[in-house]
């Protein structure tokens, strides 16, 4: 009698599992499914592990000298940029940014 029980407590326990387990499995699935539609939007495909593939941040300056506005390509290592407009050079201070 007693292996019967824990055979029943068993089963009821793999179904609970089970159940679970579904439940959380749909739940991934919508989830790829709305990362695939994100993707689709923003044109970003997640799978590419091609080095070339980078984010390229703008900012937008502001030239000191004559005030045109013009985006800069983010780039730690540059320093300084030549206004389009004035052909002044201005310099570039990115700040440093620490996550806390």
């Given at each position: 009698m007693a292996k019967s029980l824990f055979a029943e407590l068993g089963l009821a326990y793999?179904?609970?599992?089970?159940?679970?387990?579904?439940?959380?499995?749909?739940?991934?699935?919508?989830?790829?499914?709305?990362?695939?539609?994100?993707?689709?939007?923003?044109?970003?495909?997640?799978n590419d592990n091609s080095s070339d593939q980078q984010i390229n941040l703008s900012e937008n300056i502001t030239c000191p000298y004559c005030g045109n506005d013009f985006l800069v390509e983010y780039d730690e290592t540059n320093h300084e940029t030549i206004c389009p407009k004035c052909n002044n050079i201005i310099e570039l201070d990115w700040g440093e940014f620490d996550d806390m």
């Open positions: 793999i179904d609970e599992f089970t159940k679970i387990s579904e439940v959380y499995n749909e739940k991934i699935l919508d989830l790829e499914e709305r990362v695939n539609n994100l993707e689709e939007v923003f044109g970003i495909d997640i």
